[in-house]
């Protein structure tokens, strides 16, 4: 699948996949911020995308972000939509205990391309009963 990448900028790199089983690839920041401990900062990639209908970008975290200093995606995951065509921008929140420096070039998300279905809704009066109906969260257990 080939996927139209726009960069805002000529410094900008193109997105690539680290490793041959990588199914995430991923997004660097296009400023220098620093994110104080408990607030969130809007950063921007220097990318837009141009995706086939049916298909979505989701904005996930880096794990070695979140494990080590608790920066992650905030609306986790975000969703591109596939007739957005503004930059792709990373809601980032820092849980750590210190503030996170970040800059141009640093790898602050990953993201993967989803093919979606299109759901037609139907109005009814009644849904089939299961097992499970309507109990939830942590009905099941821990």
């Known amino acids: 699948m080939q996927i139209k990448v726009k960069r805002l900028s000529e410094k900008v790199k193109l997105p690539k996949y680290q490793t041959a089983g990588s199914v995430g690839f991923d997004l660097e920041a296009q400023s220098n911020i620093e994110i104080e401990v408990g607030k969130t900062a809007l950063i921007p990639t220097g990318l837009s995308f141009e995706l086939q209908d049916n298909y979505e970008i989701q904005v996930r975290p880096r794990s070695g972000l979140a494990l ?75």
């Open 68 to 142: 080590k200093h608790s920066i992650t995606v905030l609306n986790s995951p975000g969703t591109i939509d596939s007739d957005y065509r503004g930059e792709l921008k990373v809601i980032l929140i820092n849980h750590g205990v210190e503030p996170f420096k970040i800059s141009i070039g640093d790898r602050i998300a990953q993201a993967v391309i989803n093919k979606v279905e299109i759901a037609i809704f139907q109005d009814v009066k009644t849904i089939s009963d299961t097992n499970r109906d309507s109990k939830g969260f942590g009905s099941t257990g821990k």
